[in-house]
């Protein structure tokens, strides 16, 4: 299945949409569960431009790396901090590396459905 770029975007809001509450995934997994499993790099850009207006709201803090890693968002951004607090008022547990990296026990609070399990809504 080929999208476009404001399809995939459009993809990628509906399926993160659906990501419980209290639940993580992963890029990659967004970008399989859209269609197009080398994507996962797309799916951050999709959420990194995501309007905060959005309508329904995205839970954009509920996408991590396929590592269990909250992604830094570059040298003076409050971003990955952001994204801690939302997960961690959701009861997600968020834990710090010695290494001081944000991590997520995908184990635990992973949310990982098959492929061609969720339909997408129509743009």
Known sequence: MALD??????AVYDIVRRIPQGKVTTYGHVARLAGMPTYSRHVGQALKYLSPEADPPVPWQRVISSAGKISSRGP????????REALEAEDVEVRVSPANELLVD?????WFP???TIALDAA
């Open 5 to 10: 770029s404001a399809e995939f975007h459009q």
């Open 76 to 83: 003076g951004t409050d971003g990955a901090q952001r994204q």
């Open 106 to 110: 995908l184990a635990e609070y992973g």
């Open 114 to 116: 098959a492929p061609g």
